[in-house]
């Protein structure tokens, strides 16, 4: 991991910023949708809250517990109804370290059993560097591992109130990380993908971690969004982990060309500078010269920081 990376985890270690929110509604009938957003230091992840008028519905955990309590607190807020479920969508850290703070309030972690398959790996990755690299906590400080409550295989179905249901689906096909679960919550027509679409801004391009390394592709991720615009109606509005919500018919649509176009941006410039063999080319890459490059390739995207910090699997996998 590059220097920039360990910036930005140094960053999330002190866990001392504030998180920002915002809320998106759905019809009163067919339930109401509110999102919360961490602040950089949280990499800016969202926990996608589903109201159906009895209960909630929580998706992904934050980064921290610490930043868990604040979407809770966030979503005690908008409404009083308990969370009865949290799902994890995928196995990256802000999406299963907060579990805690959710199980405090008493509610049911679900998740596919690919995603716990994978999850403890993903684990270990991340505590070694944040203990031996970072040190930014003490192997006793560190987090510690968790689990879910219930775990499917292929497909499982949560009733809502009214006669309603949110179905989860594991894809089994590996795109931002190993595997990814996707909500598709049919009266609402809303489809919850986490980090599979970062409408508008730039995503994380680390990719899966694969026996202890950094092995982003990009085919595979745009195979799967592909595979999701045939899946789901092109109407249904789509939340991902970061950036905006937006309808299905443009949010993979763009997905799948931002990821093209940045495979593209980074092989032009990582070709670009000295050295007599790709291996000493991608060792002299300037990740904030690369940030920019893809700033001006994708104007008005926001979080540009996630290439300075995340783009090091995407140069490794050249």
């Known amino acids: 991991m590059h220097r920039l990376f360990c910036t ?11 998180c920002a929110s915002d809320s998106q509604a759905v019809r009163p009938d067919k339930g109401q949708v509110y999102v919360f957003e961490s602040d950089a230091s949280g990499f800016n992840t969202k926990t996608v ?22 979407a809770i607190a966030f979503l005690k807020q908008k409404t009083s109804h308990p969370i009865k479920y949290l799902v994890v969508t ?18 049911t972690v679900i998740m596919s059993e690919e995603t716990a398959r994978h999850m403890p790996a993903v684990y270990d990755y991340k505590k070694y560097y944040f203990v031996n690299i970072a040190k930014s906590f003490t192997d006793s400080s560190f987090p510690k591992p968790v689990t879910a409550d219930k775990t499917f295989a292929d497909t499982y179905t949560i009733p809502t109130a009214g006669g309603g249901t949110i179905e989860l689906r594991e894809l ?10 996707v909500a598709y919550i049919k009266q609402a027509n809303t489809l ?14 680390e990719g899966p971690i694969v026996e202890g390394k950094a092995a982003y592709r990009t085919q ?8 999701l615009q045939n899946q789901f109606p092109t109407t249904a509005t789509v939340y991902g ?27 032009s410039y990582v070709e670009s500078l000295p050295g007599n063999s790709l291996t000493e080319k991608k060792a002299k890459v300037d990740y904030a010269a ?27 996998s050249l």
């Open 8 to 18: 930005i985890f140094l960053a999330v270690a002190t866990l001392s910023a504030s």
């Open 241 to 267: 982990g970061r950036g905006e919500a937006a309808p299905a018919a443009v949010a993979f649509a763009d997905q799948i060309k931002y990821l093209t176009q940045a495979e593209t941006i980074t092989r």
């Open 290 to 316: 690369l940030t920019k490059a893809f700033e001006q390739a994708f104007p008005g995207y926001g979080l540009s920081y996630m290439i300075s910090y995340g783009a090091y699997g995407l140069v490794g």
């Open 172 to 181: 089994h096909q590996t795109g931002i990380s190993s595997n990814q679960t």
């Open 192 to 205: 919850i993908v986490g980090d599979l679409v970062h409408h508008r801004a730039h995503a994380w391009l």
């Open 49 to 70: 809250f589903y109201d159906d008028g009895q209960q909630v519905v929580a998706f992904d955990a934050q980064f921290t517990e610490g930043a868990a309590d604040q």
């Open 220 to 227: 595979p991720w745009v195979s799967v969004l592909q595979s």
């Open 90 to 107: 995928h196995p990256n850290p802000d999406k299963f370290l907060g579990v805690p703070a959710f199980k405090k309030v008493g509610a």
